[in-house]
């Protein structure tokens, strides 16, 4: 219910807001779009609307002996489902954390016998309530991009896949109904800020960046926040990568509109790390301080950090691994750690983007007229000009950044406009285009350091796997 009262309070001030800057909210609103962190999932009574268990967050890893076991039952093991759903079997996904809850909550397991469980990411929880609820006829739904990271949805038909519901024995009665990212899907209940509203947008945060930052095919973006999520767009062609990526929905803007696809790496931890620095070693105490620390010195002394706390995501896919920080002599300072933080991140992007390059191909690249390879990134850590410009170095190519970095919202906004009229997908791209006030990182680092850092960096992400069974006494 805390997440209900939270987007009450959101709604409430983002008017107040607007009202404040001398928009007239009361007749000049034409719709409203929802953005929403993705693989969390929930799981509540149809005839009484109130939540069965607290919500399970996406990097919530208590699933993981569910995954072990579906590994080894399922004859494909970790890559079972990946033909359809472009996901591996993992305690990122929303499935395995519907089966915890039914295996582990008797609400939820009777719930589901009786046929009175309805699950849901966010996006499926906030619009039931938001179009009125148990008491006012709310509507089950879901969107394409948020399916898509249930490990349920076929990527090719965009519908439930029976076959796989039926392995993992979740009833489809359960399931929301699967919409596009843009169109009208309801109006505002009363009880609510704004009732009689359209809403008419509906994309999982990490999408809605993408359309944000407006990215056709070839194009890539990275959102930097608690963890960091690069996707690259693939068209209307699904790509199974072959290097630890997945693939996922990009955007459907409409119901009769193309899919576009994407290949996704997803890592865990990223700014998380920077607050890991504040909250529980003390060494900053704002997030904002880490630039001018780890400024200090000109590099990390040889720290490599790798922050696999709840083990690590894309590309290497290891829940063993734990967190490491080698190459401390007594040299070593909290700057030095600082920076080994920031560089951390880096790092991480770059192996998801090197996997891209492999899986796409210089095909599936957009290119500019020096035949650069340029990184969209967005998210709040974005502020950060030293991190973006190790970004460049590591990368060795350039970084965009937009004037406004909170382009997951911008996306959910095109997409509601989009679905009542106010733009076309045209002007949407030409949005893009027309951006101005970008700042560009370009790399400075010597290609020979570059090679031996990553080198090193690799040999550090080694040292992280098979820990998760360390004494913990």
Same mark, same amino acid.
């Given at each position: 219910?805390?997440?209900?009262?939270?987007?009450?309070?959101?709604?409430?001030?983002?008017?107040?807001?607007?009202?404040?800057?001398?928009?007239?909210?009361?007749?000049?609103?034409?719709?409203?779009?929802?953005?929403?962190?993705?693989?969390?999932?929930?799981?509540?009574?149809?005839?009484?609307?109130?939540?069965?268990?607290?919500?399970?967050?996406?990097?919530?890893?208590?699933?993981?002996?569910?995954?072990?076991?579906?590994?080894?039952?399922?004859?494909?093991?970790?890559?079972?489902?990946?033909?359809?759903?472009?996901?591996?079997?993992?305690?990122?996904?929303?499935?395995?954390?519907?089966?915890?809850?039914?295996?582990?909550?008797?609400?939820?397991?009777?719930?589901?016998?009786?046929?009175?469980?309805?699950?849901?990411?966010?996006?499926?929880?906030?619009?039931?309530?938001?179009?009125?609820?148990?008491?006012?006829?709310?509507?089950?739904?879901?969107?394409?991009?948020?399916?898509?990271?249930?490990?349920?949805?076929?990527?090719?038909?965009?519908?439930?896949?029976?076959?796989?519901?039926?392995?993992?024995?979740?009833?489809?009665?359960?399931?929301?109904?699967?919409?596009?990212?843009?169109?009208?899907?309801?109006?505002?209940?009363?009880?609510?800020?704004?009732?009689?509203?359209?809403?008419?947008?509906?994309?999982?945060?990490?999408?809605?960046?993408?359309?944000?930052?407006?990215?056709? &095919?070839?194009?890539?973006?990275?959102?930097?926040?608690?963890?960091?999520?690069?996707?690259?767009?693939?068209?209307?062609?699904?790509?199974?990568?072959?290097?630890?990526?997945?693939?996922?929905?990009?955007?459907?803007?409409?119901?009769?509109?193309?899919?576009?696809?994407?290949?996704?790496?997803?890592?865990?931890?990223?700014?998380?790390?920077?607050?890991?620095?504040?909250?529980?070693?003390?060494?900053?105490?704002?997030?904002?301080?880490?630039?001018?620390?780890?400024?200090?010195?000109?590099?990390?002394?040889?720290?490599?950090?790798?922050?696999?706390?709840?083990?690590?995501?894309?590309?290497?896919?290891?829940?063993?691994?734990?967190?490491?920080?080698?190459?401390?002599?007594?040299?070593?300072? &909290?700057?030095?750690?600082?920076?080994?933080?920031?560089?951390?991140?880096?790092?991480?992007? &770059?192996?998801?983007?090197?996997?891209?390059?492999?899986?796409?191909?210089?095909?599936?690249?957009?290119?500019?007229?020096?035949?650069?390879?340029?990184?969209?990134?967005?998210?709040?850590?974005?502020?950060?000009?030293?991190?973006?410009?190790?970004?460049?170095?590591?990368?060795?190519?350039?970084?965009?950044?937009?004037?406004?970095?909170?382009?997951?919202?911008?996306?959910?906004?095109?997409?509601?406009?989009?679905?009542?009229?106010?733009?076309?997908?045209?002007?949407?791209?030409?949005?893009?285009?027309?951006?101005?006030?970008?700042?560009?990182?370009?790399?400075?680092?010597?290609?020979?350091?570059? &090679?031996?850092?990553?080198?090193?960096?690799?040999?550090?992400?080694?040292?992280?796997?098979?820990?998760?069974?360390?004494?913990?006494?």
């Amino acid at each position: 219910m805390e997440i209900l009262e939270s987007v009450k309070v959101c709604l409430a001030k983002a008017i107040d807001k607007a009202t404040a800057n001398g928009y007239n909210v009361d007749g000049g609103l034409k719709a409203i779009g929802l953005t929403n962190q993705r693989e969390t999932t929930l799981v509540w009574s149809k005839s009484t609307g109130c939540p069965l268990y607290n919500a399970i967050v996406w990097m919530d890893v208590r699933t993981s002996s569910i995954c072990r076991k579906l590994e080894q039952e399922l004859p494909g093991g970790r890559t079972h489902f990946v033909e359809i759903c472009g996901l591996p079997i993992s305690t990122y996904f929303s499935a395995v954390k519907l089966l915890w809850l039914k295996e582990n909550v008797d609400a939820v397991k009777e719930a589901l016998q009786k046929g009175d469980a309805l699950f849901g990411t966010v996006d499926t929880w906030l619009l039931w309530n938001l179009t009125g609820g148990v008491d006012g006829g709310g509507l089950h739904v879901t969107d394409v991009s948020n399916a898509s990271r249930t490990m349920l949805m076929n990527l090719k038909t965009l519908d439930w896949h029976k076959p796989t519901l039926d392995t993992l024995g979740i009833p489809a009665e359960s399931l929301p109904k699967i919409i596009s990212n843009s169109e009208v899907i309801g109006e505002i209940a009363k009880g609510w800020p704004i009732p009689g509203v359209p809403i008419s947008g509906c994309l999982g945060d990490q999408h809605a960046a993408m359309l944000g930052q407006a990215c056709r &095919k070839g194009e890539a973006k990275s959102t930097y926040g608690t963890g960091a999520f690069i996707l690259l767009n693939t068209g209307e062609e699904v790509i199974h990568s072959e290097h630890g990526l997945l693939s996922t929905l990009a955007f459907k803007l409409g119901p009769d509109a193309p899919t576009n696809y994407a290949l996704e790496g997803s890592i865990a931890i990223a700014g998380a790390a920077v607050q890991w620095l504040r909250d529980s070693l003390g060494i900053i105490s704002s997030a904002s301080e880490i630039e001018d620390l780890a400024s200090s010195v000109e590099s990390t002394g040889g720290i490599y950090f790798v922050p696999a706390f709840n083990g690590l995501f894309a590309p290497w896919w290891r829940d063993d691994a734990r967190g490491v920080c080698i190459g401390i002599t007594r040299f070593t300072n &909290k700057s030095h750690i600082a920076r080994a933080v920031l560089e951390s991140m880096c790092f991480q992007v &770059k192996d998801v983007l090197d996997s891209m390059h492999k899986d796409a191909g210089e095909k599936g690249e957009v290119k500019n007229e020096k035949g650069e390879f340029l990184l969209r990134v967005d998210g709040g850590a974005t502020v950060n000009n030293l991190l973006m410009q190790i970004q460049a170095d590591l990368l060795g190519n350039p970084v965009v950044r937009p004037a406004d970095i909170e382009t997951t919202a911008l996306g959910a906004a095109y997409a509601a406009g989009l679905a009542v009229g106010i733009w076309t997908e045209k002007d949407i791209f030409s949005f893009g285009e027309r951006a101005e006030n970008v700042t560009i990182f370009r790399p400075k680092l010597d290609e020979g350091v570059r &090679k031996r850092k990553v080198d090193s960096w690799c040999k550090a992400v080694s040292r992280t796997f098979d820990l998760a069974d360390l004494c913990l006494l």
